[in-house]
């Protein structure tokens, strides 16, 4: 059983940073495909962004591509979305998912490929 815990959102604005982690226990996530998507308020779960198991080509949605950077450290065994340039459009809650089978990285941008996710971070972003 995987758990994945998130951490790192807050209020920031508009052109500022955040960084947000997942740690993960229960497995290593050096096996795992790992992504984060977001959901804002009254809008669908989306995807951002995705890091193989392989760490062979990590993988952005078109909206945040060039300003957010996802990593994977495995001593810490925490993966981490690096966001800037924020636009109050990032505003949303943020949930790490993670893909032991390797369906993921196949089919990224499908939350039906993963099997675990956290509970969420809010991000919210002032303009």
């Known amino acids: 059983q995987v758990q994945l815990l998130e951490s790192g959102g807050g209020l920031v604005q508009a052109g500022g940073s955040l960084s947000l982690s997942c740690e993960a226990s229960g497995h290593t996530v050096s096996t795992l495909t790992m992504s984060w998507f977001r959901q804002a308020p009254g809008k669908e779960r989306e995807f951002v962004a995705t890091?193989?198991?392989?760490?062979?080509?990590?993988y952005y949605s078109d909206s945040v591509k060039d300003r957010y950077t996802i990593s994977r450290d495995n001593a810490k065994n925490t993966m981490s979305l690096q966001m800037n340039s924020l636009k109050p459009e990032d505003t949303a809650v943020y949930y790490c998912?993670?893909?032991?089978?390797?369906?993921?990285?196949?089919?990224?941008?499908?939350?039906?490929?993963?099997?675990?996710w956290g509970q969420g971070t809010q991000v919210t972003v002032s303009s």
């Open positions: 890091i193989p198991w392989s760490d062979s080509k990590t």
């Open positions: 998912a993670a893909d032991p089978r390797a369906i993921a990285t196949l089919f990224p941008a499908e939350i039906s490929s993963y099997d675990y």
